[in-house]
Every structure is written in structure tokens, then in C-alpha cells.
């Protein structure tokens, strides 16, 4: 069975800082997608970032990018110059063809 | 364009009722995803319609349905409602069901079943 974990329930960053995020994932596939997705306090849910498996290259979105190990079935996400905006519930996400999993989500706190 | 709508934003129910939730895609979109998110249990993927049809569902029980329109609207339904029912629904949309396609949330249906 697919599962997608996030084993850390809370992060707090120092505004500017860096900060990484930890994904892990179950699956048999070799086709999938691989999503990082922010939800902030009582708003929407948006997209972060995707990965498709079958790229070695890292996904980058400005201050955003991923460690996507393919063998090791892990995807990061790491914050760069962190900002109060980024304070957020994060959820790491597996799609292989109509199914989809979530992370439990990692809830990021940003320092001023 | 307008984003992904969801009515009505909050709902409380009694045990025993049903419910139906309502989501609207982008325009142009057409494929709709429902998910349940719950402290406990996160973010659980419900079903997944494109064109009118179920394309796949999750681990839900047959309480649990849907369906989508010929606009790409979707409902989703809850009969028999229970405690643990009670979650913020979300609807996604995206142009088709491929994982190359980003999924669009929509702010969320807030269920509450006393």
C-alpha cells in the first residue's frame, strides 16, 4: 500500500533561516508525482511544488526547492530564507495514476 | 478566473442526517476531487470525477457518494451521518486527472455532526 509520512508534526524556523521539511514515502510504482502542498491558517490549500519521478533534477520554485531521493523514497522540502507569509500546515503528497495520499502534515512556525 | 468554490462553507448536522456538499470547478476544469481532513487522520482522498464519472475512491465506506454534472459541478453526499464525520471537506479541480495537471483547492466545507 501506498503511505506518505511526515515525521515531524512541528517545525519552527528563525525568519530568513532555512528549513528543511521530511517526506517519506511507500510505494511499488515507478510513474508517480510527488507534491508539497501549504495550507495557511484558515485559508486555502495550495500547491507548493510538484516532482515527477521519472526527473533526477530537483524541483525548484524560488526560495522553495526539493531532495528528491528516488531510491531512498524521500522528498524534502526545503525553505529557504524563510518568511513570516511561510507559516503554514505543510502536507506532502504521492499521486500514482487516480489515487492520491497525503502526509500527516508538519506544522511550520515562523519566528520574527 | 474565478478559483474553486465550495457551498455551504459551514454545516451542522444531527446524527442520522444526510448531508450535500457542493463544489464548483474552475472554469474549464474537468476533473473534481474530494477529500476529508480531520485532526486525527489528515487529508484522505474520498473519490475522484472527471467528465461525469467516477474515476477511482478511496476507503470510504458506501455512506459516502458522489457525482459530477455535465458543467463539471460536483456533489459529494453523506447519508446516515455519524460522529466522525465531522471534517473540513475539501473539492479540488484540475484540467484532467493526470498528476502533470495541478490541483486547484477550493476553501473548504466545515462539517459539524452533533
Known amino acids: 500500500a501506498q503511505t506518505v509520512t511526515q515525521s515531524q508534526p512541528e517545525m519552527s524556523v528563525q525568519e530568513a533561516e532555512t528549513v528543511t521539511l521530511s517526506c517519506t514515502y511507500d510505494?511499488?510504482?515507478?510513474?508517480?508525482?510527488l507534491f508539497w502542498y501549504k495550507q495557511p491558517p484558515s485559508r486555502q490549500m495550495i500547491l507548493v511544488i510538484r516532482?515527477?519521478?521519472?526527473?533526477?533534477q530537483n524541483a525548484t520554485e524560488n526560495r522553495f526547492s526539493v531532495n528528491f531521493q528516488k531510491a531512498a523514497k524521500s522528498f524534502s522540502l526545503k525553505i529557504s530564507d524563510s518568511q513570516l507569509g511561510d507559516a503554514a500546515m505543510y502536507f506532502c503528497a504521492y499521486r500514482s495514476g487516480n489515487q492520491f495520499y497525503f502526509g500527516t502534515g508538519t506544522s511550520l512556525t515562523v519566528i520574527p | 478566473k474565478a478559483g474553486v468554490t465550495q457551498t455551504p462553507r459551514y454545516l451542522i448536522k444531527t446524527r442520522g442526517q444526510q448531508v450535500t456538499l457542493s463544489c464548483s470547478p474552475i472554469s474549464g476544469h474537468r476533473s473534481v476531487s474530494w477529500y476529508q481532513q480531520t485532526p486525527g487522520q489528515g487529508l484522505q482522498f474520498l473519490f475522484e470525477?472527471?467528465?461525469?464519472?467516477?474515476?477511482n475512491k478511496g476507503n470510504f465506506p458506501g455512506r459516502f457518494s458522489g457525482r459530477q454534472f455535465s458543467n463539471s459541478r460536483s456533489e459529494m453526499n453523506v447519508s446516515t451521518l455519524e460522529l466522525g464525520d465531522s471534517a473540513l471537506y475539501l473539492c479540488?479541480?484540475?484540467?484532467?486527472?493526470?498528476?502533470?495537471?495541478?490541483?486547484?483547492f477550493g476553501p473548504g466545507t466545515r462539517l459539524t455532526v452533533l
Open positions: 479540488a479541480s484540475s484540467t484532467r486527472t493526470s498528476g502533470r495537471d495541478t490541483q486547484y
Open positions: 510505494t511499488s510504482e515507478s510513474d508517480y508525482y
Open positions: 516532482q515527477e519521478a521519472y526527473k533526477q
Open positions: 470525477y472527471f467528465s461525469e464519472t467516477q474515476r
